[in-house]
C-alpha cells in the first residue's frame, strides 16, 4: 500500500490496543491475496482485513463484509488449523518497515502454550502473508522459490529470513542528527528525497519530499548542494515528522484527494500537498479503508480476459448492427420494384418485345403539381422477357425484398437487443470490486452463451450479494451489482411501493429505495439518485439523468434476458457521481 513505515507505526499501535488478547473466532479468504480475520473481545466483536494484492496491499481493521468463496482455500484451512481459537499475544512493526507481525498463542501439546506468528510483508508486488513457529515457516500465501529469489526463498520448513534492506537506521532508535549526517556522507551525488529513502527504513516517496518541503527545499536538490544550515533546518524537519509518530500524539490520519481520487495517505499532515483537498480521520485504519476505496480497483482474476471478451462481442455486434441497417435502407428501395410492375402491368400491350428499357406513363406521380416530364419513368427491361413476364419478375423480386426486409428489422433488433445487454455486463464488470461478483459475471456469460465452460469445473463461489446502505436519514438502499442482482433487489427483494431507480438510456445498477410505507424525503432520493449514477457505465460523466418510479410500475418481459426490465409512471432527475460522497455514504454504514 502507499502507506509507508513510518505511517504504519501508528496503525500497528492501533491495532494492538484494538486486538491483543482478543480471541480468533474465524479466519476467511476472500481473494486470492487476502485474510479477513474475526476475533472475539470482551463485548466486541473486530475484524481485521490483510491484503497482500500487488497492486493494493494494506492491513486495516474494518467493518466491512466481504463475500468469501463456498470453499476455502487451502491457506484459509491450513491457517483455521492453526490459529483459531488461538489469543493475540501481540502486533509489532519490525523495525519501522512495512512488516507486521501478529503474534497468536495457542494450546499446543499437553496443554503448553505455543506461540505461533503471522507474519505480514507490505511491499507492493513482494507482498505476503507467512505463518511462522520458531521462526520457521509452515506456509504462505505466497510461495517464493530459488527460482524467484536466489537471496530469500520462502517454502514450507525454511528457517524465516526478513526481507533485504534491513540495514538503514531506523529514526526511532536512532539520533535524528546521527541519521542526517549519514545520510549526507553516504549519498553523494543522490537528490535529497532519495537520499533520504536510502538511509532511512520506512521512509517513503510523500514523507522524502515531506520532509524536503519541511526544510525549505526541492525534493531533487543534490545533498552535495547542503550547506551545515541547510543541514540544520533539514534536522528539524525530520524531527517536526518523526516526532508525533514516536509519541503518538499530534498524529493526524488523513487521506488527500485530487478530482475524486486518493493521492496521498499518512499519519501527519502532508503539507507540501495542502492545494488539494485532505480528508482527516479518527483512526489510521478509517484512512487507510477509505485511501483504498478512492484510490482505485483492485486487480481481480479474469476481469481482464472477461473485458478483452466483451469487448470483442461489443466490436463485432457494431459492425453488425451497421450492416443490416445499410441492408435495411437498401431494402426498404423495394417500393420501386412494385411500382415497375404495377406499371409494366397497366401497359403490356403498349410494349414492343425485346426491348431494353421502356418509358412509360408514371401514374403514380400524376399530381397536378408535377411537371409533365415528372410524370414519366424509365423501366429497365430483360429483352429475352416478355411485358408479363418482366413484370413477374419484378413482383417477385418486390416480395422476396420486402420478406428480407421483415427478417433484417427482426435480426437488428435483436443485435441492438444485444449489444445493450453486454453493455449492461460491461458496466457491472468495471464497478465489480471482488472476486464473487467477477464470478458472477462470468456464470451469466456462460449461461448466455458467450463462454463454453470448461471441462474441469472451478471451485463454486459464493453468490455476490447486493449492496445495502443507510441513507444519513436511516432509509435503505438496495444496489444490483450485475444483472443476477438487478432481478433480485428489483423482484424478489422490494415491494410494489419502494421506489426503483436507473439511469435513463443508460446501463447500470438497479437501486431499490425501500420506503416502509413511508414519505421518503429528498434527501433520501438524492442519495439513491446518486448510487444509481455512481453504479452505471455514466460513473465518470459530469452529469447523469436518473428516473426512479414505484416498483409497482416495473415490469420483465417474459423470456426476457437478466437485469431487462420495461417501466412507466417515471420521473427523471439529474445527478453529478462523486466518489467521494459515495464512499462516506458507504463507509458510515
Not at 319 to 326: A, E, F, M, V
Not at 411 to 435: F, T
Request: hydrophobic share 40%; net charge neutral.
Amino acid at each position: 500500500m502507499s502507506l509507508d513505515g513510518l505511517s504504519l507505526a501508528p496503525l500497528v499501535a492501533e491495532i494492538h490496543n484494538k486486538l491483543a488478547g482478543g480471541r480468533v473466532e474465524k479466519i476467511f479468504q476472500p481473494e486470492p491475496h487476502s485474510l479477513l480475520l474475526w476475533l472475539r473481545q470482551p463485548g466486541a466483536s473486530l475484524r481485521l482485513m490483510i491484503s497482500v494484492n500487488p497492486e493494493r496491499s494494506e492491513i486495516h481493521l474494518t467493518e466491512t463484509l466481504p463475500e468469501n468463496p463456498a470453499t476455502p482455500p487451502n491457506f484459509c484451512m491450513l491457517l483455521r488449523k492453526h490459529l483459531e481459537d488461538g489469543r493475540v499475544a501481540g502486533v509489532c512493526q519490525h523495525s519501522l518497515d512495512r512488516i507486521v507481525v501478529i503474534a497468536v498463542d495457542v494450546l499446543g501439546e499437553r496443554g503448553v502454550i505455543v506461540t505461533k506468528q503471522l507474519v505480514v510483508e507490505l511491499m507492493g508486488k513482494h507482498s505476503n502473508i507467512i505463518l511462522l513457529q520458531d521462526n520457521l515457516i509452515i506456509d504462505s500465501i505466497k510461495r517464493v522459490g530459488f527460482n524467484t529469489s536466489r537471496y530469500r526463498q520462502v517454502l514450507p520448513g525454511r528457517e524465516y529470513v526478513y526481507p533485504p534492506g534491513q540495514d538503514r537506521i531506523n529514526l526511532f532508535s536512532t539520533p535524528v542528527n546521527q541519521f542526517v549526517q549519514h545520510m549526507v556522507q553516504s549519498n553523494s551525488g543522490n537528490s535529497l528525497a532519495k537520499a533520504i529513502m536510502n538511509t532511512a527504513v520506512g521512509l517513503g516517496p510523500l514523507t522524502a519530499k515531506e520532509i524536503a518541503w519541511r526544510a525549505g527545499f526541492s525534493a531533487d536538490i543534490k545533498v552535495n548542494d547542503l550547506d551545515e544550515a541547510d543541514m540544520a533546518a533539514l534536522h528539524e524537519a525530520v524531527l517536526s515528522v518523526i516526532e508525533p509518530m514516536q509519541s503518538g500524539s499530534g498524529m493526524v490520519p488523513n487521506v488527500v484527494m485530487d478530482s475524486g481520487r486518493a493521492i496521498g495517505i499518512a499519519a501527519f499532515l502532508i503539507e507540501h500537498l495542502k492545494q488539494y483537498t485532505t480528508h482527516r480521520f479518527d483512526t489510521m485504519s478509517a484512512a487507510v479503508e477509505f485511501f483504498s476505496r478512492t484510490k482505485g480497483r483492485p486487480v481481480i482474476a479474469d476481469r481482464d480476459i472477461l473485458k478483452k471478451l466483451l469487448t470483442t462481442e461489443l466490436t463485432r455486434l457494431t459492425k453488425k448492427q451497421g450492416i443490416l441497417t445499410q441492408e435495411i435502407a437498401e431494402a426498404e428501395q423495394s417500393h420501386l420494384l412494385k411500382k415497375y410492375a404495377d406499371i409494366l402491368m397497366a401497359n403490356l400491350y403498349n410494349i414492343p418485345p425485346g426491348i431494353d428499357t421502356v418509358t412509360l406513363y408514371d401514374f403514380y406521380n400524376d399530381s397536378p403539381d408535377c411537371a409533365t416530364e415528372n410524370a414519366e419513368i424509365v423501366i429497365p427491361l430483360e429483352p429475352s422477357c416478355s411485358p408479363l413476364e418482366n413484370a413477374q419478375n419484378y413482383y417477385h423480386k418486390y416480395n422476396k425484398a420486402k420478406r428480407a426486409r421483415e427478417t433484417l428489422e427482426i435480426q437488428l433488433g435483436l443485435c441492438r437487443d444485444d449489444i445493450l445487454y453486454l453493455e449492461s455486463i460491461a458496466a457491472a464488470l468495471e464497478n465489480a470490486e471482488n472476486s464473487a461478483e467477477v464470478s458472477d459475471i462470468r456464470q451469466e456469460l456462460i449461461s448466455a452463451g458467450y463462454i463454453k465452460e470448461a471441462g474441469k469445473r472451478r471451485l463454486p463461489a459464493a453468490a455476490s450479494q447486493p449492496l445495502t446502505v443507510k441513507t444519513t436519514d436511516g432509509f435503505s438502499i438496495l444496489i444490483g451489482k450485475n444483472n443476477r442482482q438487478n432481478d433480485l433487489v428489483t423482484f424478489k427483494h422490494s415491494s410494489p411501493h419502494d421506489i426503483w431507480l436507473h439511469t435513463k438510456d443508460i446501463p447500470g445498477s438497479h437501486v431499490i429505495l425501500r420506503t416502509e410505507n413511508k414519505q421518503v424525503s429528498d434527501q433520501a432520493l438524492s442519495e439513491a439518485a446518486l448510487l444509481a449514477a455512481y453504479y452505471s457505465k455514466a460513473r465518470h460523466s459530469a452529469t447523469v439523468p436518473v428516473d426512479y418510479t414505484r416498483r409497482k410500475h416495473v415490469r420483465k418481459p417474459s423470456g426476457a434476458k437478466p437485469g431487462f426490465v420495461y417501466y412507466e409512471n417515471q420521473t427523471t432527475i439529474f445527478v453529478t457521481p462523486d466518489e467521494t460522497a459515495v464512499t462516506a455514504l458507504i463507509n458510515n454504514n
